[in-house]
């Protein structure tokens, strides 16, 4: 199951087996630029935050993969990403063979890859990934060939065109991606949807057990202050994503700049979270989609998508709507997408994966395993609810065009503001 | 009569011993150090190491330093001492009496006992504890056992007895079998000479089994202590509580998922040279033990 999240995002697979005795963790920890004392000359241009190369080579650094510049959208400075290479053409028949998946664990519906295979005669091989980070070191070195990557953000993608990892799509070959919601047929971060389909959306919430907690806790006042109770402690659980985490924290203390670099703003979310620590022994991790269904946990702040996929995990007989969530009005939301990498032996046959799964009634099929909503428009909350069968309590998951375009995104940092980032983080987790 | 001193031709049967550790430890070693005072690549965010020692920065050196001597990471490094410490004890103290059990009283079961303890640490170590916490969570069938019997408690909380028990829980054959092996090579004539001067059983065990076993108990302990300084998964899955973090997990953390992984090799060096001055020490105390025994 993903959970991941606009920068540094974790996601694990379930448990396998009715026992839950198997854990496969896995980190996925994107925007982390390192040097405190670099990047300083990085220039927020026009078009977005733009990284040279040559600069950064002057500086040490080893980028020298690509000759283009790093170049990051934000939705205030939406960015154009340079071309490498041209799209295939057009007229081309899918290859035959096997195609190389490169995706999150249990990211997609197994039943949907074997749709897949049967109606275009192949094989998927799913190649799994725990961090972007690993994942863009593979593709750098060229230890793993993908013909497609699911799953990868925004802080990833600037990266991947910079290194000349990433082809540009042919449109022709994915006709269903009229299907993808209107506001990200054009994302901030790839103008154009030159490289990129989105293929899942999500916001950060509150999930909790109903059985333990009134949803006026969250609604009469200071919904996420439910975060710092003591009453919940030891059975409360926070994101280990130090972006999503700390901007719980700015997010309470009224602060809406989820990308701040204000070092007095962020040493105040460290206190915060700090008196979080004290106060509830929280525990910092990505489980909670099994956790609380086990009935381990009461309540934890998580990905909207993880909330629509707990009723799956509750053991067998359980109300399902003993799981609640609660959208704070304020919050983060984000998606991810697909992409298929230069070095794709296979690109016709990895533009009509995209396209499978840019369709609507395989997207819902897809969901009813994932949990996290497709990227998708015409798709009702009904048709939703009847594809994968989530309770009325976590209704509230679902992430609405106007809470996506409302929501506060969180994109690449420059590297100094990322070490004062996880310098907070740092000082709450070290306890 | 003086020690022969080896030379010529046997000097070079160490030669593939020394190979392997300059293959194996000193330059990874080194190579760590380089990361560690190398720099990180703007865009890819990944460590560029710096291979060449008048280049290297110690700028993420010092400020791991400081935060250990002053900032957030030193409550990490004193609890993981406190941690390993009381660990080492407490497999010390369930190890031994297993060990000399084995050693002196076992018998014809000495085998099958051996492996009765061997079996299981086949599983692998995280699957074993992924097996407790799964037994033990409040959801779990063993804490619904003990609330049977009245025994209502969260055991996994997020708190140290859970992470010190998984510890000693995962290390402590480590500890039973080098014992095993030292006790059961014990000149017991010895014992029983104490014994025949008058020494009564406990007398003994405190004058002569315990020094005898002296060397091989330190060489247990370090063998356990090693592992469980690096140790990450542990508090990872029993507690997952930023109280219980140990210095492992900031390793994994600077390492795997922040902005400054030369500060996750900082402090594999600093963990490497805080358990070689324990090894080194190890090794003169029982060189010095060998060379009392040959006068």
Redesign the interface.
């Given at each position: 199951m993903e959970r991941h999240r606009a920068g540094?995002p974790r996601k694990q697979a379930p448990?396998l087996g009715g026992?839950?005795?198997?854990?496969a963790?896995h980190?996925r920890?994107g925007?982390?630029?390192?040097?405190r004392?670099?990047?300083r000359r990085a220039a927020v241009t026009g078009t977005g935050l733009a990284?040279a190369?040559s600069v950064?080579a002057a500086?040490?650094?080893?980028?020298g993969?690509g000759d283009g510049s790093?170049s990051i959208g934000t939705p205030d400075a939406p960015v154009t990403l340079p071309t490498v290479g041209e799209a295939i053409a057009d007229g081309l028949s899918p290859e035959s063979g096997t195609l190389e998946l490169l995706n999150w664990a249990d990211y997609a519906n197994p039943e949907s890859l074997a749709a897949f295979e049967a109606a275009l005669g192949v094989k998927v091989n799913v190649t799994i990934y725990d961090?972007e980070?690993a994942a863009?070191?593979k593709l750098?070195n060229g230890t793993f060939a993908p013909d497609v990557i699911m799953g990868m953000t925004d802080t990833a993608l600037a990266?991947l065109v910079?290194?000349e990892l990433l082809q540009p799509l042919n449109k022709g070959y994915i006709p269903n991606f009229s299907n993808v919601i209107v506001g990200l047929q054009n994302p901030y971060y790839d103008l154009g949807a030159q490289y990129t389909v989105p293929y899942v959306i999500y916001g950060n919430g509150i999930v909790y057990r109903t059985d333990v907690i009134d949803r006026s806790r969250f609604t009469d006042g200071d919904g996420l202050g439910a975060m710092w109770d003591a009453t919940y402690?030891?059975?409360l659980?926070v994101l280990?994503s130090?972006r999503d985490t700390i901007s719980m924290a700015l997010i309470r203390d009224g602060i809406t700049d989820v990308n701040t670099g204000d070092e007095a703003v962020l040493r105040a979310a460290g206190d915060s979270l700090r008196a979080l620590?004290e106060a509830t022994?929280?525990?910092?991790?990505i489980?909670s989609y099994q956790?609380l269904p086990?009935?381990?946990r009461d309540i934890a702040f998580t990905w909207a998508g993880d909330a629509l996929s707990m009723p799956g995990y509750l053991?067998e007989g359980v109300d399902p709507n003993v799981i609640g969530f609660w959208w704070p009005p304020t919050t983060v939301t984000a998606n991810d997408f697909m992409c298929i990498p230069r070095t794709s032996s296979k690109p016709v046959l990895a533009h009509a994966f995209i396209n499978f799964f840019s369709d609507r009634d395989e997207a819902l099929r897809n969901a009813s395993f994932v949990g996290y909503q497709p990227a998708l428009q015409g798709i009702s909350i009904d048709d939703y609810r009847a594809a994968t069968g989530i309770p009325e309590s976590v209704l509230d998951a679902l992430v609405t065009p106007e809470r996506y375009e409302s929501g506060l995104r969180m994109y690449s940092l420059e590297?100094a503001v990322?070490?004062l980032?996880?310098d907070v983080?740092?000082?709450?987790?070290?306890? | 009569m003086r020690p022969r001193r080896a030379g010529g031709p046997w000097t070079a049967l160490a030669t593939p011993g020394v190979a392997w550790l300059v293959a194996m430890f000193l330059v990874p070693l080194y190579a760590v150090a380089c990361i560690a005072f190398g720099r990180i690549d703007p865009i890819f965010r990944d460590a560029v190491p710096q291979w060449n020692p008048l280049g290297w920065r110690f700028e993420e050196a010092g400020a791991v330093l400081a935060s250990i001597t002053t900032g957030p990471l030193r409550a990490v490094a004193l609890r993981t001492v406190a941690y390993v410490v009381v660990a080492m004890i407490l497999s010390l103290a369930l190890g031994f009496p297993i060990a000399y059990y084995l050693a002196r009283h076992a018998g014809r079961w000495r085998l099958a006992l051996l492996a009765l303890i061997v079996v299981p640490y086949w599983v692998n170590y995280l699957m074993r504890m992924m097996a407790w916490y799964n037994l033990l969570s409040p959801s779990g069938l063993g804490a619904r056992l003990l609330r049977l019997v009245g025994l209502e408690h969260n055991w996994m909380d997020g708190s140290s007895v859970a992470v010190v028990l998984g510890l000693v829980y995962g290390y402590v054959p480590f500890i039973i079998l080098p014992l095993y092996a030292t006790l059961e090579r014990l000149d017991w004539r010895l014992v029983e000479a104490a014994r025949d001067l008058g020494a009564g059983p406990r007398a003994a065990f405190r004058l002569v089994t315990l020094p005898l076993a002296r060397a091989g108990t330190a060489a247990a302990c370090v063998l356990i202590a090693l592992p469980m300084f690096g140790d990450y998964y542990t508090n990872d899955l029993l507690s997952r509580s930023p109280r219980t973090e140990m210095l492992g997990n900031q390793i994994d953390f600077y390492l795997n998922a922040s902005s400054q992984p030369q500060r996750g090799a900082v402090l594999v060096l600093l963990l490497s040279l805080l358990l070689l001055v324990g090894l080194s020490s190890y090794l003169r105390s029982t060189e010095r033990t060998a060379r009392e025994r040959r006068r």
């Open positions: 540094h448990f026992d839950q005795f198997v854990e963790r980190a920890y925007s982390t630029v390192r040097r004392d670099f990047l990284i190369p950064l500086c040490g650094g080893d980028s993969d790093l961090n980070e863009l070191l750098r990266r910079a290194a402690a030891g059975r659980a280990d130090y620590r022994n929280p525990k910092v991790d489980l956790e086990a009935g381990n053991p590297p990322d070490a980032w996880n983080w740092a000082g709450f987790t070290a306890g | -």
